[in-house]
């Protein structure tokens, strides 16, 4: 049995995909933030420590607190580039020696379209996020050799807590618009385009940012 260690799965994506996982017989570790607080590494650390080991680890915890240049600062700034990107880097790290023994790990990682793209005031998010692009290119080229196999998704518009926090429902239905499926995602949409990439059946794709957006980047 596969076991999968998944961060944010207390809602939203990350709790669809703990869902689909469990539904698969995957074996997942999902801890709360008093287990694993993902603003310090020591915490990350000492709850990788309490593992036996697992072979998927799904990087879905993050946040998106908004600010223009103006409005940010750099407390702000520094806690969404650790959770939002340097846990990811520490979890791989911590993780990644028992994959190597076992010649065998998944790692999807979580990206955004605002790692390409961006809005105002959401430049923390942006600048996190395509941090979260190259960690996936750089972990996958050394990696790959040991048959760990490491991308990340890149939602776009998705039916979450987050997206309803950050957008009221006119700036959602204008999105919905001028998106080429005319909607927005669904949890569980994203939640089987991981299981995929976290599964023996991926066995050749790596390094790779996926946009799952509904032809977001497309217009």
């Not at 223009?68 to 846990?87: A, D, G, P, R, W």
């Amino acid at each position: 049995m596969h076991k999968a260690l998944i961060t944010g799965a207390s809602r939203g994506i990350g709790k669809a995909i703990k869902e689909l996982f469990l539904k698969r017989d995957i074996e997942v570790y999902t801890p709360s933030r008093e287990e694993m607080d993902l603003k310090s590494d020591e915490s990350i650390r000492r709850y990788t420590d309490t593992l036996n080991g697992v072979d998927i680890l799904i990087n879905c915890g993050g946040i998106n607190d908004l600010a223009s240049l103006e409005e940010m600062t750099l407390e702000k700034f520094q806690e969404m580039l650790q959770v939002n990107l340097i846990s990811q880097t520490m979890l791989i790290k911590y993780v990644t020696p028992y994959m190597k023994v076992q010649k065998y790990g998944r790692i999807v990682n979580f990206a955004s379209i605002w790692c390409s793209y961006s809005k105002e005031r959401r430049i923390m998010y942006s600048i996190a996020k395509a941090g979260v692009k190259g960690l996936t290119t750089a972990a996958a080229v050394e990696l790959s050799k040991y048959n760990i196999l490491c991308n990340a998704i890149a939602p776009g518009f998705i039916n979450t807590e987050m997206t309803t926090q950050n957008n009221t429902a006119e700036q959602i239905k204008i999105m919905e618009e001028a998106l080429p499926v005319k909607r927005m995602g669904q949890p569980e949409e994203i939640a089987e385009f991981v299981y995929f990439l976290a599964s023996e059946k991926n066995s050749f794709t790596t390094g790779q940012t996926i946009f799952v957006d509904g032809g977001f980047s497309c217009v």
